[in-house]
């Protein structure tokens, strides 16, 4: 694909900025300009493409995980203790 000079350039982005960003990039945390970045710096490094493709690949294994079972007396309890200690929001003076 030719690039078009009207077009403004993207920002490199680093190796280390990629694995620092991967998770924000694979669940869309990210702003759009570094979502851009990222798949530009994806597309053209195979090492981070990689890695990348690993990191997806464990998320999406843990989600298939069952999670740990809590009877719904526990779940209560615990609902009404974090309720209790939460601290309020501070008012706007």
Known sequence: MALNPAQPSV???TCRE????ASAYLDAHADD????RMALHLAACAGCEAY??????VRDLLGRLPG???EPTL???LRQAFSANRTPPP???
């Open 11 to 13: 920002p490199d982005i």
């Open 18 to 21: 990629v694995a620092e960003w």
């Open 33 to 36: 300009a570094t979502q851009v």
């Open 52 to 57: 990348v493709s690993q990191i997806a690949a």
């Open 68 to 70: 740990p079972a809590v």
């Open 75 to 77: 779940r209560d309890r």
């Open 91 to 93: 008012t706007k003076m």
